[in-house]
C-alpha cells in the first residue's frame, strides 16, 4: 500500500501545497520577472524566436539531410541575432515593465549593453554583422566585398564625398535664410531725417483730420465795394468759413480799440 512512488509523489505534493504559506509567491514571481527583463530586455523576443526556428527544424530533421547548410545558415542566424540584441543595447526608450525602466538599462537589458560595451565591443558588434551576412549569403557577400575596392576608388576621384558635404552645407545655409526670413522679428522703427537738419531731428508732418473735429462750415458774405460784383455795381459775393468770420470779428475790434 505504501508504495516508494506514491509516498514521493504525495510528499512532493504536500511541499507544493506549503510554499504559498512559507514563500510569497507574488514577491518571489515579481523579482523573477524583474530579473529576466532587466538581464534579457527585449531581447527575449529574439530568444523566442530562436527556440521557435531551432524546434521546428529539429522537428523537420533537417539536420540529416544538409549538415554544411544547416550547420552555416545557424552560425548565421546566430551572428544575426546577437548583431539586433547589441543593436537594442544602443537604444533607450522611456518604457518601464515592472520596476524596470528600459531607460536606464536599455532596450537590450544588461546583455545587450554588454555586446556593444566600449570601442572594441562595438567594433567585434560590427564583425557579427559581416559574418551574419557572409554566412547567410555567400555569394552576394563575396561580390560586394570584391567590388567594394573599386567603388572606393571611384568615389574618391570623383569626389562624391566632398560634393555631398558641400551640397549638404548649402541646404543646410538655404534652410537657415528661409527660416530666418520667415520667422523674421520687426526692428525697432527708426524716424526719418531731413536733409539739412540736425542730425536725428525727425520729420513733423502735418497732422490729419480726424472725423471728430468740427465741421467747416461756408456761409456767404457780401462785399459792396468790391468792383467785380456778380450782383451788381460795386458788390461782390465771397464764401467764408465761420474761423474766417471771427478773424475778421476779432481783428475789426482791435481796430475799433
Known amino acids: 500500500m505504501f508504495r516508494a512512488e506514491v509516498v514521493g509523489i ?23 520577472r524583474d530579473w529576466i527583463v532587466r538581464t534579457f530586455g527585449m531581447g527575449l523576443f529574439i530568444v523566442a ?21 544547416v550547420a552555416r545558415r545557424t552560425i548565421g542566424i546566430l551572428a544575426g541575432s546577437l548583431f539586433a540584441w547589441g543593436a537594442l543595447g544602443l537604444n533607450e526608450a522611456d518604457w518601464s515593465l515592472g520596476n524596470v525602466s528600459f531607460r536606464e538599462v ?8 554588454a555586446l556593444v560595451a566600449g570601442a572594441l565591443g562595438k567594433l567585434a558588434w560590427l564583425s ?8 547567410l549569403a555567400p555569394g552576394p557577400s563575396r561580390w560586394f566585398l570584391s567590388n ?21 552645407a548649402s541646404a543646410a545655409v538655404a534652410t537657415g535664410r528661409f527660416v530666418g526670413f520667415a520667422f523674421r522679428r520687426p526692428g525697432p522703427v527708426e524716424p526719418d531725417v531731413i536733409i539739412g537738419a540736425s542730425d536725428g531731428q ?15 462750415v461756408y456761409r456767404p458774405s457780401i462785399d459792396p465795394a468790391s468792383p467785380s460784383s456778380a450782383v451788381g455795381s460795386g458788390a461782390a459775393a465771397k464764401f467764408r468759413h465761420d474761423g474766417e ?7 475789426g475790434a482791435d481796430e475799433d480799440l
Request: proline letters at 4%.
Open 128 to 135: 557579427l554583422a559581416v559574418i551574419s551576412a557572409s554566412f
Open 148 to 168: 567594394l575596392p573599386g567603388w572606393t576608388r571611384t568615389a574618391i576621384e570623383r569626389r562624391y564625398a566632398q560634393r555631398a558635404a558641400a551640397a549638404v
Open 49 to 69: 524566436g530562436l527556440s521557435i526556428a531551432g524546434g521546428a527544424a529539429i522537428s523537420r530533421r533537417a539536420h540529416e539531410r544538409d549538415v554544411y547548410n
Open 10 to 32: 504525495a510528499i512532493v505534493a504536500f511541499t507544493i501545497a506549503l510554499i504559498p504559506f512559507v514563500v510569497d509567491v507574488s514577491v518571489v514571481f515579481s523579482e523573477a
Open 245 to 251: 468770420l471771427e478773424e475778421e470779428v476779432f481783428t
Open 202 to 216: 525727425p520729420i513733423v508732418g502735418n497732422a490729419s483730420p480726424s472725423f471728430e473735429t468740427t465741421q467747416v
Open 106 to 113: 536599455s532596450l537590450g537589458g544588461t546583455i545587450g549593453q
